[in-house]
């Protein structure tokens, strides 16, 4: 069956760094990959999609990239703040499954000022 | 801006009881969602339905049932609520075919079952 692994289920790192957070999957071969952010008692919010063709996608200081091969995606964060301290999810797709994704069970990141 | 709001924050039912939680999407999406969110097992789909009437079992459909009778509202529906299904119920709505799939969410449920 379809396994979708996140490291570690916490990440604790200092203002300043970059956060890396991993998605790995198995028994699938999706058409792109999501990333959320979830904050405490809120839902998911959508931050980025990378297509099964694309190597990398940046959005100001987020930057996603995908290996197919390894069945991998890595998500970093530049230049962290405490603000951006959240659960993170990745989420897998197929164009032919409706609109469906199936998500990860999330990292939580810490950036400590 | 989106708006997927839910009926209630916080819900707390008795075992045996018929719950209802409601779903609603001010976006004219097509597709709506609800899962449910527990700790260390993530995000799991319970119902989908790409149209007013049309539903799709999820992942874990037992001991659920859903009602679409309006595009904008998607209904979840806890025949006989037991103590497993105590947990953070999430709602979400998307285009059919939008550029980056994207699921917009609503603040979610947190049922708890006595």
């Known amino acids: 069956s379809q396994k979708i692994e996140q490291n570690s289920e916490a990440l604790n790192i200092q203002e300043g760094k970059t956060a890396t957070l991993t998605c790995n999957y198995t028994?699938?071969?999706?058409?792109?990959l999501q990333w959320y952010r979830q904050d405490p008692g809120r839902g998911p919010v959508f931050l980025l999609l990378i297509r099964e063709n694309e190597k990398e996608k940046r959005k100001e200081r987020l930057k996603v990239t995908f290996d197919t091969t390894l069945k991998q995606s890595l998500f970093h964060i530049t230049a962290s703040q405490p603000a951006d301290s959240a659960t993170y999810l990745c989420?897998?797709?197929?164009?032919?499954?409706?609109?469906?994704?199936?998500f990860g069970d999330g990292t939580t990141l810490t950036v400590k000022p | 801006d989106v708006k997927v709001t839910q009926s209630s924050r916080y819900l707390v039912k008795r075992t045996g009881e018929k719950v209802f939680l409601e779903c609603v999407q001010d976006m004219d999406h097509e597709n709506m969602f609800w899962y449910r969110q527990d700790p260390g097992l993530g995000l799991r789909l319970i119902y989908f339905s790409y149209d007013v009437k049309m539903k799709e079992k999820g992942d874990i459909p037992e001991g659920y049932s859903v009602s679409r009778e309006k595009k904008e509202r998607f209904s979840l529906i806890l025949e006989s609520a037991s103590t497993n299904q105590t947990s953070m119920y999430l709602c979400?709505?998307?285009?059919?075919?939008?550029?980056?799939?994207?699921?917009?969410f609503g603040p979610g449920t947190r049922l708890t079952v006595l």
């Open positions: 028994n699938y071969s999706p058409a792109y």
């Open positions: 989420a897998l797709g197929r164009d032919t499954n409706a609109g469906k994704s199936t």
């Open positions: 979400a709505s998307s285009w059919a075919s939008g550029a980056y799939n994207e699921q917009f």
